[in-house]
C-alpha cells in the first residue's frame, strides 16, 4: 500500500499506518489467528470470539461499544477467515484519541459476560442455518472438508452447533489471550491525521497494556488427499458442482504465475476461458468461475459452477476442454495482455482503502515485510511466459481434480 509504514509502539506491539487525504479514517487491528489454528474441541471457537469482541469490556457494555461507535457515526465491524481476524472502525469525522481508547478495550479488555455467551450462540446457530440454506456456499464447505478431512483448514469457520456447545467462558478466554499477542497482532491506522500524533496516542492508550504469555502459534498440519469424485442429489432448482485441487501457498514462488493463470482461467473478466466457453459460446450456466486461494503453506484451487440438470455432461467437457487450451500454453501476446489485466484489477482494488489497508496488514503479518504498489507492478511484469506455461500444464490437468456435484431434478 503507497506510503505504508510499520511504527513499533513503546510496549512492543507494531502499527501500520498510512496518512491519506481522505477525510474517511480507518483504524483497526488484524490477529495472525483463524479456524486453521483451532483443535477439534475447539472448532468454531476463533469465530466465537470475533462476535463476542464487541459484547462487553471492563469499561463498556454492550449497548455502550453501539453508542461509541454508531451513536458517533463510527462503522464497527469484524470478521474472521481460516487465517485471521480482523476488526475495523471507519469514521467520517475521526475523535482519535476516544476510537484507539476504544479499540484498545475491545482488544485487551473484553470480559466474554456468561450472558452474551449465551446469546450469540443462539445468533451463530442461526447463522449456520442461514447458510446451510446456501447451496452454493455448502458445496464448497463440504468440497473443503473431504479435500482436507484432517485439517482444521478442512473445517467450516462458523463450527457445527455440537461444538460451541461445549465452549466455556475459561476456554474462550484462553484462546483470545493465546494469540492476542506481540508479534501476532497488528494495528492498524490509515487516517489525515499526522504521524507523530497517532504514535502518542496509541502509546498513552496502550501503556499499561503488556502483551499476552509469548506462545508462538502454531497451524495444524494438512496431508495430501486422494482424487475423488461425489454426487449428491438435492432438492434445489439448480444444480451445482465444484472442482478444485490441493496446491501451493503465497510463500511459494509459483504463487505468482497462478494468480495470472487463474485469471485468464476463470477469474473475475469476461474474457476468461470458462465465461467465454461455457456462458458466451454455449449459455450453459449464467455462473461459472475459477478461484485460487493461497495460505502460507499450501493453496485450493477450484472451479464452481450452476446449472440446469441436464447440462451437467456439457459443462464438465467445457471445463475439459479449457484446460486443455490451456495447457497447450499461451503465447506472448497473450501473456502481455493477462498481464495488463491483472495490473489494472489491482489498481482498481486500490481505490477501496478498508480492503486494501487489510490486505497489506496480512501480508505483512504473514510474510514479514511490507509490499509497496509499485514493488507489486514490479513482480508481476518479472512472471515469465515459460514458468508460467509449465505450470498451466501441472495445475489444469483435468484428470487430477476432485469432484463434488449438488443434483437438482432435471428441468428445462
Not at 337 to 349: E, G, N, P, R, T
Request: net charge positive; with cysteine.
Amino acid at each position: 500500500m503507497k506510503g505504508s509504514r510499520i511504527i513499533r509502539l513503546t510496549n512492543g506491539y507494531e502499527l501500520l499506518y498510512v496518512q491519506s487525504r481522505s477525510k474517511i479514517s480507518f483504524l483497526g487491528a488484524v490477529v495472525k489467528v483463524g479456524s486453521r489454528n483451532e483443535s477439534k474441541a475447539q472448532h468454531g471457537m476463533a469465530h466465537f470470539l470475533e462476535h463476542l469482541l464487541f459484547k462487553g469490556t471492563k469499561k463498556y457494555s454492550a449497548s455502550q461499544i453501539i453508542e461509541q461507535t454508531e451513536g458517533n457515526g463510527i462503522e464497527l465491524n469484524a470478521y474472521t477467515t481460516k487465517e485471521d481476524t480482523s476488526i475495523y472502525m471507519v469514521s467520517a469525522q475521526p475523535n482519535l484519541k476516544k476510537q484507539i481508547r476504544l479499540l484498545t478495550q475491545i482488544l485487551f479488555e473484553s470480559n466474554f459476560p456468561e450472558k452474551e455467551i449465551k446469546k450469540e450462540r443462539a445468533v451463530i446457530y442461526d447463522e449456520i442455518n442461514y447458510y446451510e440454506d446456501q447451496p452454493s456456499e455448502m458445496i464448497f464447505e463440504e468440497f473443503e472438508q473431504k479435500l482436507l478431512p484432517n485439517s482444521a483448514l478442512g473445517r467450516p469457520i462458523l463450527g457445527t452447533k455440537k461444538s460451541l456447545k461445549k465452549f466455556t467462558q475459561k476456554q474462550l478466554k484462553g484462546f483470545h489471550e493465546k494469540y492476542n499477542q506481540k508479534g501476532n497482532m497488528l494495528l492498524v491506522c490509515c487516517t489525515p491525521i499526522c504521524e507523530q500524533q497517532v504514535t502518542r496516542q496509541f502509546n498513552k492508550a496502550l501503556k499499561n497494556y503488556t502483551p499476552f504469555k509469548k506462545e508462538k502459534p502454531k497451524a495444524l498440519a494438512i496431508q495430501q488427499p486422494s482424487v475423488f469424485s461425489l454426487k449428491r442429489t438435492k432438492k434445489l432448482h439448480q444444480s451445482h458442482i465444484v472442482m478444485g485441487k490441493l496446491i501451493f501457498g503465497y510463500k511459494d514462488a509459483r504463487n505468482w504465475p497462478m494468480v495470472l493463470l487463474n485469471h485468464y482461467f476463470g477469474g473475475n473478466a469476461m474474457s476468461s476461458l470458462l465465461n467465454m466457453h461455457i456462458r458466451e459460446y454455449k449459455a450453459l450456466s449464467y455462473q461459472v468461475e475459477s478461484n485460487y486461494q493461497p495460505f502460507h503453506d499450501c493453496g485450493l484451487f477450484t472451479i464452481y459452477a450452476s446449472f440446469d440438470a441436464a447440462k451437467q455432461k456439457k459443462i464438465e467437457q467445457q471445463v475439459k476442454k479449457c484446460c486443455k487450451i490451456l495447457q497447450k500454453g499461451l503465447d506472448d501476446k497473450a501473456f502481455k495482455k493477462l498481464k495488463k489485466q491483472v495490473k489494472a484489477q489491482f489498481l482498481f482494488s486500490l481505490e477501496n482503502q478498508a480492503n486494501n489497508l487489510l490486505s497489506t496488514a496480512k501480508s505483512y503479518l504473514m510474510l514479514g515485510k511490507l509490499h509497496q504498489d509499485k514493488e507489486i507492478l514490479k513482480r508481476i511484469d518479472q512472471i515469465d511466459l515459460k514458468t508460467t506455461n509449465a505450470l498451466a500444464k501441472e495445475v489444469f490437468a483435468f484428470d487430477s481434480l476432485s469432484k463434488l456435484t449438488y443434483i437438482a431434478p432435471t428441468s428445462t
